[in-house]
T-cell receptor
Framework: KAGVTQTPRYLIKTRGQQVTLSCSPI?????VSWYQQTPGQGLQFLFE???????NKGNFPGRFSGRQFSNSRSEMNVSTLELGDSALYLC???????????????FGNGTRLTVT | AQSVTQLGSHVSVSEGALVLLRCNYS??????LFWYVQYPNQGLQLLLK??????LVKGINGFEAEFKKSETSFHLTKPSAHMSDAAEYFC??????????FGGGTRVLVKP
């Protein structure tokens, strides 16, 4: 079974631009979660989508948004990029979502975003 | 709300020595706990999980963790470190119905 696939692996953008990251979950997984990972803040939860609906949201500004399609693939968008948005963005899928006990997250290799 | 604390952001061990990574959680309800490992330029990989039942949980790559409710701990151990164990390790936990919360991570250095 193929794992979680994130594209692209690396991105370089300029301040003020916008970016879209893509995530394809493991086949059959209906939940997709997004995390931002930085050396200073560690792993921070962005949001979780389940069956095309946002089920949970972290404490990030409205510049960060996401969506999920009917095939469970998900995209994350960041508008008006700031230098502080430079990070590794990780996508994780799970069978029935984070709220379930026996539904661990399976992570992709991430997209490394650099904002200059 | 569930919170997870990892003691020690860096740990250095000699090859063949015991690896011990500490994790404490706080929760008012029985937690679900996980350990993940992250190798450079990769995502997180699940090492093991505790949901219910046996308090000693065995995972992949020779790792195991023990759930101790009285100490609110879920420490990760491996009897004999290997060079390939050099990575960053994350403890994570959640209460039922809540999202997963990660600890700050512990970077393991293995000395030959």
């Amino acid at each position: 079974k193929a794992g979680v696939t994130q594209t692209p692996r690396y991105l370089i953008k300029t301040r003020g631009q916008q970016v879209t990251l893509s995530c394809s979950p493991i086949s059959g997984h209906r939940s997709v979660s997004w995390y931002q990972q930085t050396p200073g803040q560690g792993l921070q939860f962005l949001f979780e989508y389940f069956s095309e609906t946002q089920r949970n949201k972290g404490n990030f500004p409205g510049r960060f948004s996401g969506r999920q399609f009917s095939n469970s693939r998900s995209e994350m968008n960041v508008s008006t990029l700031e230098l502080g948005d430079s990070a590794l963005y990780l996508c994780a899928s799970s069978l029935v979502g984070q709220g379930a006990a026996n539904s661990p997250l399976h992570f992709g290799n991430g997209t490394r975003l650099t904002v200059t | 709300a569930q919170s997870v604390t990892q003691l020690g952001s860096h740990v250095s061990v000699s090859e063949g020595a015991l690896v011990l990574l500490r994790c404490n959680y706080s929760s008012s309800v029985p937690p679900y706990l996980f350990w993940y490992v992250q190798y450079p330029n990769q995502g997180l990989q699940l090492l093991l999980k505790y949901t219910t039942g046996a308090t000693l949980v065995k995972g992949i790559n020779g790792f195991e963790a023990e759930f101790k409710k009285s100490e609110t701990s879920f420490h990760l151990t491996k009897p004999s470190a290997h060079m390939s164990d050099a990575a960053e390790y994350f403890c994570a936990g959640k209460a039922a119905g809540n999202k997963l919360t990660f600890g700050g991570g512990t970077r393991v250095l293995v000395k030959p």
